[in-house]
Structure formats: C-alpha cells, structure tokens
C-alpha cells in the first residue's frame, strides 16, 4: 500500500470516528476488512495511549465511577457503554478504571487493589459483587472491538493461525527449518518464527529466516519491531524476511541491503541453495 493511500484511509477513519467507515473504504479502495480492521486497531489503540494519562487522573477516575454509581442505582441500562462513547474511552479501559475504584471503595479502605485482582475479576465478572456492575462490565467486554481480554485472545489466535500458515508454506516447498520453541532449546531468547536450516533466496535477496506478523506493518509498529525483534534476528541470523499478512505501506520496504526483506505473502518463487553445489 502507497503511502499516500494509507494517509487518505487514515485521514477518512479520523473523520469518521468509528468503525462504520471501513466498508465505504474497503469498497473505494479494494482493500480488504482484515487489513482495515488492522489498521484501525493500531491507530485507536495509540490514541487511548495518548490519551490514558487524562483518563487516569484521580479525580477523574473518581468521576466516572460516581458516574456509574449514580447511573446504575437510576435503573439506567449501559451505564459504562454510554459513558465510554462520551468521553471517548475504550469501553473496556472504562471497566478497569471503574471496577478498580468499586474495588477501593468496598475492599481496600480506598486504596488501590491489587491489578492482578482487578484483572481476574474482569475476566471472570462472576467473581464482582455487585451484580448489576458485573453486567455493565461483560457487555462492555464483549462490545468493546480494540480491548479487553477477549480482544486478546482473539489476536493471539489470529497470530498463531498465520504462523501455522507459514510453517504449512514452508513444509509445501520441501524447507527444513527450526521453530521458535526448538530455537529457544538451544538456548536462544530472541527468535524469529522460522529459522531455515539452508538458506533460500527472494527476488535476489538472502533469507535465512522468516518472521510472522498477522497485522499491518505502518511506520510507528515497523519501527518499533525493528528495533525490538528485526534487527536482533538480522545481527544473529543473517538476513531475512518478515511476512506482514494484512501489508505493509510500502515505504518502508528500504532494508533490503542491510537483511531485512518485507512481503505481504509467502512468495511463490523462491530459489533453493543446494548444499552439496557449495
């Protein structure tokens, strides 16, 4: 994806606000709800980053948990879901800040509860003593598009799909290669998903392993796993090639020289080293 058609995407969900605006993009464009949907995650959870500090004010927080008190002791219905659309909060991040201030104020005297406790409960909203707060929070949880653990667990399982994708494309051509678990055996703590036991070459390019990345790869993430993940595996490995399955904005596709490759794909042509011609 050009640069260019990134920032008008960008430009039209900022315009827009939610998720709505992705249809009308994916018809104008051609660009698939996957990679959209990426898309938007990135950059909504990026604003609620810039944005935690307001929201996590004490007296703000205190807010909005009287807000909610007040709301659920009127019968109001979607207490938090409202409230989160009107301060332009992840519903879910709404829920922690309430369920932690619930937790103060009945459990801890007013001071602040323990997180692994604020996180077990709003996975198993079963355990809140309030019923009528448990309800709020578990609609939020399944409402909410960009947060909370079941967002979690639906990226995790979308990551290990597409890396068990890669390991089924790899098989097909024959590759023998190391996977992170036997990598890490081996006594490695920075591994890439595959690690090909024999070199292969890509539109001209070495690559000795292979990353895995079921998102979309825009600048602040590329750059971010550069210095996290990639260039780690470069130093170690030699180069290589990470596979972002959803694209990639194709800018950023410029270290080709110093070991990096970027795909979109598993590439069709590849050419095998033969050991025994070396």
């Known amino acids: 994806m050009k ?3 990134y920032s008008e995407i960008m430009d039209t969900i900022h315009s827009c606000g939610t998720r709505d605006c992705l249809r009308h993009i994916e018809e104008k464009y051609g660009i698939s709800m996957k990679t959209l949907g990426s898309i938007y995650s990135q950059d909504y959870q990026r604003k609620m980053k810039k944005t935690h500090s307001k929201h996590y004010a004490p007296e703000v927080m205190e807010a909005y948990y009287q807000r909610c008190v007040h709301g659920l002791q009127q019968g109001e219905k979607h207490v938090l879901l409202k409230l989160a659309a009107e301060v332009d909060l992840s519903a879910a991040l709404l829920s922690r800040i309430v369920l932690e201030k619930h937790l103060a104020n009945t459990q801890y ?3 602040t509860p323990p997180r692994s406790l604020v996180t077990q409960q709003l996975r198993d909203t079963t355990l809140i003593s309030d019923p009528l707060l448990a309800s709020e929070i ?6 909410d598009d960009n947060y909370g653990h079941l967002v979690d667990t639906v990226k995790h399982s979308i990551g290990f799909e597409y890396e068990f994708l890669l390991k089924h494309k790899v098989e097909e051509k024959g590759l023998e290669y190391l996977g992170e678990d036997q990598m890490r055996a081996k006594g490695y703590d920075k591994t890439p998903d595959i690690k090909l036991e024999v070199p292969i070459a890509v ?8 990353e ?3 998102s979309f790869g825009d600048e602040e993430s590329n750059k971010s796993y550069l210095k996290d993940q990639f260039w780690s595996y470069q130093n170690r490995f030699g180069p290589g090639m990470v596979i972002y399955w959803f694209g990639f904005i194709d800018e950023l596709d410029v270290n080709r ?3 990096i490759l970027l795909m979109d794909h598993f590439p069709a042509d590849i050419v095998l080293m033969k050991p025994e011609t070396v």
């Open 3 to 5: 640069l260019t058609v």
């Open 203 to 210: 539109g001209g390019y070495v690559v000795n392993w292979i």
């Open 257 to 259: 020289d110093k070991g």
């Open 212 to 214: 895995s990345k079921a």
């Open 109 to 111: 005297q007013g001071n």
């Open 138 to 143: 578990n609609i939020c949880t399944i409402a």
